[in-house]
């Protein structure tokens, strides 16, 4: 699943393991990547759909506080699969307390336009009411 985001480099393995701790967890070091998923799975409400025993789709909550990373495999796209995820990983949420909000690459223009026409989300706005844009950079030092 990790694999499958295309910033990922080692499919956020150290970030997840120091974030992790929050909920005590323990067993963080050392881990492959198959171990640090399933632990990821375990810290965080995530949700996913299966056809036939395998993988439609799936939606993770992202341990800086937002829903992340949700993927509709191209054979199940158009679907609705995506709007399922996001309900039911949101109601997750909200049953655990935690206040939703996600964030949408800027070039997902099909998830924005959807978003936007969605009567669960409002847009974060700047105060000139321009929509409020989150870069994340890498810096090599």
Not at 28 to 36: A, E, K, Q, Y
Not at 54 to 76: C, D
Not at 120 to 131: C, L, M, P, V
Request: charged fraction near 25%; proline fraction near 1%.
């Amino acid at each position: 699943m990790t694999k499958t985001w295309k910033y990922s480099e080692d499919g956020g393995l150290e970030q997840t393991k120091n974030l992790c701790k929050f909920k005590n967890v323990t067993r963080v070091t050392c881990l492959n990547v198959d171990d640090f998923l399933r632990l990821k799975l375990e810290c965080f409400p995530s949700v996913c759909i299966r056809f036939k025993g395998k993988l439609a789709g799936f939606y993770m909550y992202e341990h800086l506080g937002y829903l992340n990373h949700q993927l509709v495999f191209e054979e199940h796209r158009g679907k609705g699969l995506g709007a399922i995820l996001e309900l039911v990983l949101s109601q997750k949420c909200i049953r655990h307390g935690i206040n939703v909000c996600k964030l949408v690459e800027i070039g997902n223009a099909p998830v924005i336009a959807a978003t936007k026409r969605s009567k669960y989300w409002t847009t974060a706005k700047e105060e000139d009411g321009n929509d409020v844009v989150i870069d994340f950079w890498n810096i090599d030092a």
